[in-house]
């Protein structure tokens, strides 16, 4: 889904590449946040921008080797959402966030979000 004429349903522009190569994103709409990252030069991430082990943003956190990783206990997340905790214990305080489909187009990632 790289190139795309029509913007599928439910899905939105988040922020531009440039921005998303440079730091991870946090963007907020109706009540909901996520996180924008780039796994690789040309593949976003978009997941929920909250930790599941302390509700920590993942957006203060920081891309290394195409994860996320949390700022405060370094859980580090990959583009579906799933977690991998330093010392192997997944003492979660919540959910695991959700992950959303995303790609390119035009500069900026989009997501569906909604659907
Ligand atoms: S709050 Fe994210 S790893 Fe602890």
């Known amino acids: 889904m790289h190139s795309m004429k029509q913007a599928p349903p439910g899905s939105r522009a988040l922020c531009t590449v440039l921005a998303a ?45 195409g994860r996320i990783v949390c700022p405060l206990h370094m859980w580090t997340f990959g583009a579906d959402g799933r977690a991998q905790a330093p010392s192997g214990r997944m003492e979660a305080a919540g959910p695991m966030p959700q992950s959303y489909e995303s790609w390119i187009s035009e500069g900026e990632v989009w997501a569906r979000v909604d659907g």
């Open 21 to 65: 190569r440079a730091a991870p994103q946090r963007v907020v709409w109706d009540g909901r946040a996520v996180v924008v990252w780039m796994v690789e030069c040309d593949q976003p991430a978009v997941i929920d921008d909250r930790c599941p082990h302390g509700n920590a943003r993942l957006s203060d956190g920081y891309v290394l080797y």
